[in-house]
């Protein structure tokens, strides 16, 4: 009960922190990162990879409890080690404690150092949602690094997403499943008109040649940043950073000319698997927590990962 009460009192603060001044990072074990090549990954398309590239970052010794750390849409595991986050969460006395805990990060399939589209096969990746996501970490946190079960699985956004299918598909692995800034519900609103938008921006653009284009489309750039402002920051951030007009437009053309990191590609919905899991509850009763997964929320998450702009590295 320590943990769950220590964690919902660091998560309710984390709105607050992530939107802060950066603080002074904890005092945690050296984080070491590590890759891992699975053969003939098989995507829920059918598809087969010969060989997929998992990248990871753990921080602690192996022989504490495992926890299992899930980024966001265009992000990395070793994203998570920035100071608002790691800093808050790691360090000593902390709810996940580095000297107790053994944190595990990992990059999902298409994102930080795991393989992506654009490694070079573009358009012929195979298509891949957040079923082949989790299929993916689960594989390297039981094959690769020996971990039997969990005590925590925590994402954010997309990887809050990654952890509702988590707790519907291996409800007995963890004890504990904290899906952060998600709902279970299909995407839509702003948060898809949005993500629509870039696509389409991408996908209209001459440069783009379908996806086999010989540099970066321009409207990558212009996209990215205007859904970046659009959706992070906050407007008093935004106006601490640029208090001017000439501020802002410098913080603008400087956002514009650096090299973006982020290659989306188009994912494609066909040959999506409808969800064929029977309601059941997201893991079994447990003397800690436990809640019930319907099918009406996992199809709508599963729905969502097939219908949002894949990022990956460039």
């Keep these: 009960m320590r943990l769950i009460n220590d964690l919902s009192r660091a998560i309710l603060s984390l709105a607050l922190i992530l939107t802060a001044l950066p603080a002074l990072a904890a005092d945690y074990p ?7 090549l699975v053969r003939n990954f ?12 998992l990248h990871y970052t753990t921080v602690g010794a192996p022989t504490g409890e495992p926890v299992l750390i899930l980024h966001g849409t265009t992000g990395s595991g070793s994203g998570m080690l920035r100071p608002a986050f790691a800093g808050e969460l790691f360090g000593p006395g902390q709810p996940l ?3 107790h805990y053994y944190i595990i990060l990992s990059d999902a399939i298409g994102t930080g150092k795991s393989s992506k589209p654009s490694d070079g096969l573009r358009t012929s990746f195979p298509k891949y949602n957040y079923d082949d996501m989790v299929q993916a970490q689960y594989r390297l946190v039981t094959e690769h690094l020996g971990v039997r079960h969990l005590r925590l699985v925590l994402g954010q956004s997309m990887g809050g997403m990654q952890t509702w299918i988590w707790a519907q598909k291996y409800p007995d692995f963890m004890d504990i499943a904290v899906p952060m800034a998600s709902l279970p519900t299909e995407m839509s609103g702003r948060n898809w008109m949005t993500r629509r938008l870039i696509i ?3 996908r209209h653009d001459p440069e783009w040649m379908n996806g086999n284009y010989t540099q970066q489309p321009r409207s990558l750039q212009f996209a990215s940043v205007f859904y970046g402002i659009a959706t992070n920051g906050g407007n008093q951030g935004l106006y601490k950073a640029a208090p ?27 040959g999506m698997r409808r969800a064929t899991t029977t309601p059941r509850r997201a893991w079994s009763v447990s003397r800690r927590c436990c809640w019930r997964s319907t099918r009406r929320t996992t199809s709508a998450t599963r729905r969502n990962s097939g219908c949002w702009t894949t990022r990956s590295s460039a």
Excluded at 244 to 270: C, F, G, H, V
């Design 97 to 99: 404690d580095a000297s």
């Design 200 to 202: 389409d921006a991408i």
């Design 30 to 36: 050296v984080p070491k990162e590590g890759d891992w």
């Design 244 to 270: 001017t007009r000439e501020k802002a437009d410098q913080l603008l053309d400087q956002r514009l000319r650096r090299r973006s990191r982020a290659m989306p590609t188009i994912t494609s919905t066909n």
């Design 42 to 53: 098989r995507f829920h398309t059918g598809e087969v990879l010969p060989e997929l590239r």
